[in-house]
């Protein structure tokens, strides 16, 4: 689900605590004050405990203000914008500050961020010996900024200093890493046009946001395309597929220009063909190979502002593989086996491109039919939309899972239930993956 701005937090949570560079006898981080008084197994604690370990440990790691970090200085614009619809700055080109107080910027992002033992870390090798540090995520979805850099009046400025603006604002207020994709949903404001033909105003955006997030101590979370937007997602990548059937039912207009389907207003076998189709794009070799050449792009490109390869940056935190997938087994039994599938290969083709970044799905998660969390899904509907958590997060080419929080959504706004939801997937990632979790996506619709 995608509506609105979001916040993306980890739940990770404190439950995973970092590497130091040294470690105790029982495998233990020995530098970390945080984890002196934890109970080694969180599996033996009830859920009210885990739940209580959780505050302790949010206290715990509550760090201090950084005195060493130098403010940015405030740089007045000694340029003026030229008026056309695509705006670029040059290399030496500077967009205006807008802090919200005195509070310094974070640091330019200059490490990469791994897993370690189930935690993420930052590993630096300034020394020639490679150092681990814990790394806490917070951060917010702000989905479809691709674009904004492009707009030439958003908000009494342009979109390159409202971007600029929102990455200052959310590096005073202690934020480290957006989730964006890594395309648009804008017709108006594409990437890629066509299968192989990008526009290169598009990518520019794109480089402009990585650039202006490093300076400011912003990891970027990218995916590569979503599930629900036409513009940008796998029913256009399956259209202009070679070997995928053609269409026997029109796209609605609606879709076109980056809407919803509302599916109230669908008959049975409208809805049976959408779900029929859009199941074909984990399959067809036409869809994957223009999905292969999107990644492939991208991860390849290098940056007009910073000339940084994006495989080489770390200001990239991880590639989602999707966003939200969908394979419906309610009426294509094997579909979860066909979601799989794409899932191993895609994820083991973007490791193979670039092992410098950490790759996971970009999943709600839901658990399968046959999970024995199924329990716990949101809804009746979740164990029949082709995902199943544990099994879609543990492949070796994951390196981490996310879950999504949509309460309106989904019909669940008790507190309960959230708090279920989130250490239901907590235990599951520590004692069954071995891997941090991330909440990717929650918020109100």
């Known amino acids: 689900m995608v509506t609105g701005m979001f916040a993306l937090a980890t739940v990770l949570l404190l439950l995973l605590l970092g590497l130091g560079a040294a470690q105790t006898n029982d495998g233990r981080p020995a530098d970390l004050a945080a984890t002196e008084t934890s109970p080694n197994d969180l599996s033996l604690l009830s859920d009210e405990e885990l739940l209580a370990e959780l505050e302790r440990r949010k206290a715990e790691l509550a760090l201090p203000a950084d005195d060493s970090i130098a403010a940015v200085e405030v740089v007045k614009p000694s340029f003026a914008y030229p008026q056309n619809d695509t705006i670029y700055l040059t290399v030496n080109e500077t967009v205006p500050a807008y802090p919200i ?5 974070q640091e330019p992002v200059t490490d990469f961020v791994r897993v370690y033992d189930g935690q993420f870390v930052t590993v630096s090798n300034d020394s020639g010996t490679a150092v681990c540090e814990p790394f806490f995520l917070a951060g917010w979805n702000s989905w479809d900024v691709t674009r904004v850099p492009r707009i030439q009046s958003y908000r009494s400025m342009n979109g390159q200093a409202a971007l600029t603006q929102q990455l ?61 937007k036409y513009p940008g997602g796998v029913d256009q990548m399956l259209d202009w597929s070679e070997t995928a059937p053609n269409r026997t039912m029109p796209l609605p207009a609606s879709l076109l220009e980056g809407g919803d389907y509302n599916q109230r207003s669908l008959t049975s076998g409208e809805k049976n063909y959408i779900v029929e189709r859009h199941s074909l794009f984990y399959t067809d070799e036409g869809a994957r190979k223009i999905y292969r050449d999107y990644v492939s792009t991208l991860v390849n490109r290098t940056n007009v502002y910073n000339g940084k390869v994006y495989r080489d940056d770390p200001t990239i935190l991880a590639w989602n593989l999707i966003n939200e997938p969908r394979c419906e087994t309610w009426l294509i039994p094997d579909c979860d086996d066909k979601l799989q599938s794409w899932i191993e290969s895609e994820s083991a083709f973007v490791k193979e491109l670039d092992p410098n970044h950490m790759v996971t799905v970009g999943e709600e998660g839901f658990w399968a039919g046959d999970s024995p969390n199924e329990y716990a899904n949101p809804t009746w509907w979740a164990k029949a939309m082709g995902q199943d958590f544990r099994r879609n997060h543990l492949p070796e080419s994951i390196d981490f899972a996310t879950i999504h929080i949509w309460p309106d959504t989904w019909g669940r706004p008790e507190d309960s239930f959230q708090k279920s939801w989130i250490l239901a997937h907590i235990r599951e990632a520590e004692e069954e993956l071995g891997k941090p979790l991330l909440v990717e996506e929650f918020g109100k619709s």
């Open 168 to 228: 200052q604002t959310a590096s005073q207020s202690g934020l480290n890493v957006m989730r964006a994709w890594a395309h648009t949903i804008d017709p108006s404001y594409p990437v890629m046009k066509s299968p192989g033909w990008y526009d290169e105003e598009g990518l520019k955006a794109l480089d402009f946001l990585l650039s202006e997030a490093n300076k400011y101590g912003i990891r970027v979370i990218l995916s590569f395309v979503d599930n629900w």
């Open 101 to 105: 107080d005195d509070t310094p910027f």
